[in-house]
Each structure stands twice: as C-alpha cells, then as structure tokens.
C-alpha cells in the first residue's frame, strides 16, 4: 500500500538521524507505528508544521513512548511548548537564543506576561520584512550578533546584501533592547 510505501521510505531516511521530522500535512501519524522495532536508535521527532492539533497529535502520541517531541517554527515555539514539546531545533537560534532561553525560563517560572512579551517582541520585524529571516539573511545575522564570520550561504542561494543585512540586525537589536 503507499502508506506503507511511505512508512518505510520514512524508516529509511530517519535511520540515521534516530528522529523523524513531521513536515505540515505531509504524513499520518501512523506511519511511527512499530518504528522503534525497526529503528532502535529512535528517540523522537521534529514538528515544522503550525498546525497545533496536528502538533498535540504528536505530543498525545510520543508521551507514552517516552519519545522527545522538537519543534521547528521559531515564532510560535510558547505555543508548542504550553501543549508540550520538549525542545526546539530553529534557525534564529543561532543569535537569539538568550532570548528564547529567557522566554522559555519565564514559561517555567509561571510568568506567562513575560514569556509571551518575549515572544512576540519579535512579530513587528518578522512581519515588516517577511525574507528577513531567510536562510542567508540568518548567516548574515549569525555574522553581525556573534562577531564571527560565518561565510555566506551554499549555492544556490546567494549572500543577502551586507547593507540590508545590518538594517534588519540593528531593527533587531532595537526590538531586544526594549525586552
């Protein structure tokens, strides 16, 4: 059957990785169903899509398996983490991860007015430039927060200019200022 089809194509790409990544609408959960007898290195799973019943799905599905459930869509993660995620694998990490921690700290903390402030600091950039957090504008934001210089991005996909690239850095460092 194709479910089975791609149940085992899934199987074959997760051997390595002992997770397997949920893209939005693309598969069933029952695809997971016996996976840990085939992949005994399996521990868990990557959500990417921003659909939260699909996501609570997937956490109703991985606690009983003691699964690790990661999500993958920085600008929604306190959404993720009050249904119950354990984690989050995000590009802008990679320069706002004092942020994120901050915000993750205040949700465990109880302080849901700050952790939600810290998470939407960031809507008013995002949504003023929707490429702003594109594959090589992260590069180019790796570069600017951490000092260090990270080179551009892999072909095909071309540097964004240096000088848009400190714009967006510096509207980021005013939004991070006021937090």
């Known amino acids: 059957s194709s479910s089975q089809s791609l149940r085992e194509h899934n199987w074959s ?11 939005p609408s693309s598969l069933p959960l029952e695809i ?7 992949i005994p290195s399996f521990r868990g799973l990557k959500f990417s899509g921003t659909d939260l019943r699909d996501l609570g799905q997937c956490v109703c599905y991985c606690r009983p398996h003691g699964w690790s459930l990661l999500y993958g869509v920085d600008e929604h ?11 989050a694998v995000g590009s802008t990490y990679n320069y706002l991860g004092n942020i994120m921690n901050s915000m993750l700290t205040a949700f465990e903390k109880g302080d849901i007015a700050q952790a ?6 960031l809507t008013p950039l995002n949504s003023a430039n929707p490429d702003c957090f594109s594959l ?19 072909l095909p996909l071309l540097p964004c200019p240096p000088d848009h690239a400190k ?4 509207k980021l460092r005013d939004v991070l200022a006021e937090q």
């Open 136 to 154: 090589p504008m992260n590069k180019q934001l790796m570069s600017e927060f951490s000092g260090l210089h990270m080179g551009p991005p892999r």
């Open 77 to 87: 993660l306190l959404g993720a983490v009050v249904l119950g995620v354990n984690g």
């Open 32 to 38: 997971l169903e016996g996976i840990e007898n085939q």
């Open 116 to 121: 939600r402030n810290l998470q939407v600091c």
């Open 167 to 170: 714009s967006i850095a510096q």
């Open 13 to 23: 790409c997760s051997l390595w990785v002992g997770r397997w990544y949920s893209f």
